[in-house]
């Protein structure tokens, strides 16, 4: 059954979202399979490429301090809600990833702003004054976002066509890191595998451009629901249960007091197996999506029903992710549940996520969103203390997606000793 819903042949991303088409073109990746969407996905590949990791690491070490240092000034001793400054940070980490406009910027604030007025249309009809609003902040969104692109071909030719040379060297990408020691921003790679023409006035088939600037529409739509849920889900926890916030600061305490480090390293990160497994048994339990769409391709059996053709099938993240055939005690919080064991036991079971293990649509940013999200917690842990206020509802809601029921109302947020 598992080789059948990958096969898409039998089941299709081909639905008629109006909304996501609206977002990122009709002729997006969310859309495309076969041939068409493995070409493109390789088009985008070199730009998630672990090799690249370490130079986008720094960006977001730095945003999490800065945001984690201003939220500890912020709680002067009343009660705030901690669920939309996530929002705000990974919406700014997700656009100063992308593009290189700086997270703190009143560029980047602006383009969020925008941002998250546009995501208020996925859950608003397609018509009236919110959707002419969602018009607005798209439109808006595309024109700086051109802009940007249009400078960086321009004023970055040198770096982007380095890039270049080196992304058409097959062997390996690390020269790249030679180029870029400053850091890198996704968009700068994408350019470099592109056929974009660099420096001063050039004009572009406004065909590739386009989809370029849904690419990155569709980047932060992806990004941005998964890391800041999975965030405020991690977070909800780690306040329910001090035992939780204490295990991980342990771990992470003895790997850096180790190393002899002030700050949390990139190599660092890849020595917390528990950090990670606490992170995946967040996303096992509190998926970010409720579930992947598909159409029938053909006439098929599935557990023992037949499905005509043409039919749209929501396969349940939720009902998989809490299987107790699979998962023992599915419904309870096991934190090193997916801690690697090494004395010859199975290995710990897979979770559904980023659309699916192995599927042709899994999310080809999955690496780089699990390491936005274990470096904001990382930062975190190192140096602050959290405390949930005492009127904080213990439930969940669980549409659009899994968060706290009355968002995460923080009543103490300081500095550890």
Known sequence: MNDMLRDTAVFSSNIDLFKFSFFVGKDSLLFMDGPAHLAERNKIAPAFSPSMFPLYFDGIRDLSERTWARLSRRADGKPFKLDPELRRFYAAITIELTTGVCGDSDLCERVRKSFVSMIDGLIGPAFGPLWDRTVRCRNEIVSILTKVVNEKLEHEADTIERLRASLHDQSSLRSVKSLLKDGADILQVLLAASQFKTGPNHT??????????????????????????????????????????????????????????????????????????????IMRLFPAGNGIMRNVEKDVVLMGKRIPKGTNVFCDLQAANRDEAVFHDAEKLIMDRFVVKHDGSDPPPRIIAFGGQASPHFCIGSALAKMMLRTNLAVFLRGYELELDPRQSKRYRQIPDYTPASEILVSSLKRRT
């Open 204 to 281: 572009h088939d406004p065909d590739e451009f386009r989809k370029l600037i849904n690419l990155l529409l569709l980047l932060w739509l992806a990004g941005f629901f998964t890391t800041a849920a999975t965030t405020s889900c991690a977070m909800f926890e780690m306040g329910k249960d001090p035992e939780i916030m204490r295990r991980l600061v342990v771990e992470q305490d003895d790997i850096v007091r180790r190393a002899g480090s002030a700050r949390v390293t990139f190599d660092q990160l890849e020595q917390m197996p528990l950090l990670d497994s606490y992170l995946k048994e």
